[in-house]
């Protein structure tokens, strides 16, 4: 009988003993569940900064692709001003 009691004793510190680790790995998922969280949101926050980025990158893009256009049609209108001028010029002469 009192092998039975020292094995039940046993049994309940090691039982004891578990409930206190599934404890402190409950704590711990707690932790990791919020440090995850964090991940996530700097995840998120990053990725919304980089299409902000990109988003300002494309408009400014945008912009200088239409100046380019802009002064290559002012270079073909200029150019065409300037042989028809010449044209009319040595026509005249």
Known sequence: MEAHTDRINK?????NAN??????????LS???AM???????IDNLENRL????????KNQS???????DLIWKVIA???VVL????????GA
Not at 19 to 28: A, Y
Not at 51 to 58: A, R
């Open 51 to 58: 299409f902000s980025f990109l988003t300002t990158i494309t």
């Open 31 to 33: 932790e990791y569940k």
């Open 78 to 80: 200029g150019t065409i």
């Open 11 to 15: 049994l309940e510190l090691a039982a």
């Open 63 to 69: 912009k200088e692709d239409s100046e380019w256009k």
């Open 19 to 28: 409930e206190d680790s599934i404890k402190e790995l409950s704590v711990n």
């Open 84 to 91: 028809v001028a010449y044209l009319v010029g040595k026509g």
């Open 36 to 42: 995850a969280h964090n991940i996530i949101e700097k």
